[in-house]
Every structure is written in C-alpha cells, then in structure tokens.
Nanobody
C-alpha cells in the first residue's frame, strides 16, 4: 500500500517557524509531482506548493497569504519533500497534507491532480 507520511506539525507561536516533512516510497517519489496542501474544517483544501522531484522545479500558490513565507524542497536520498514555513500566523492553523501526482502531468497545486494523499499533520499557531 502506497503511503505518504507527514511529520513536523505541532503548535507554535505567531512569528515562529515549522518544517514539515513528507516521506514516501521511491516508486511514489520518483518522477512525480509532490505537493503540500492545507485544509481548515468546513473549507476547501488549499494548495500551497509543489515540486517535480525529477528536476526540482517548483510551483507556489500566488496567494499573498503564503507567498514568500513558505518554501518547498526535497531530499532525493530520503525520498522526502519538505515545507519550510516561516513567520507563521494564526490563520495558518490547519491540517497540512502531502500528496503525489503520478507522472506529474502538470506542475500545479490543484488538489484534483493528485491521486495519493497522506493522513495529514496538524499545525496550530496561537499565542
């Protein structure tokens, strides 16, 4: 069974940082798009960033709410994709998900393009 396992979530004060990690199998990791998303209960899942693992090319959400604060990266030796989140705000509180898009037909952060999902890791930003 294909698994994507997220880690690194937790509670942090406003202005703090967290680095999320998503580890998966080599088959799922190689030559695919890997993306980070978040979701607040009652709201639609929001795409944040994606990376094409073969080339390292990245794509980010245009929303001012995350632009410039979040960065996606990869470690090919560990089949792991990261999401560095800086200057966190209370409105960043959400469940954060990692996902994979087989074959990476297009490097975007539209949830429907992704067919494999992790269970999520909770991020809470509060004072």
């Amino acid at each position: 069974q294909v698994q994507l396992v997220e880690s690194g979530g937790g509670s942090v004060h406003p202005g703090g940082s967290l680095k999320l990690a998503c580890t998966t199998s080599l088959v799922t990791y190689r030559d695919n798009c890997m993306g980070w998303f978040r979701q607040v209960p009652g709201q639609a899942r929001e795409g944040l960033a994606a990376i094409y693992t073969d080339s390292g090319k990245t794509f980010y959400a245009e929303a001012d709410s995350v632009k410039g604060r979040f960065a996606i990266s990869q470690d090919n030796a560990k089949n792991t994709v990261y999401l560095q989140m800086n200057s966190l705000k209370p409105e960043d509180t959400a469940m954060y998900y990692c996902a994979a898009s087989d074959g990476c037909p297009v490097l975007r952060i539209t949830p429907s393009l992704y067919n494999r999902w992790g269970q999520g890791t909770q991020v809470t930003v509060s004072s």
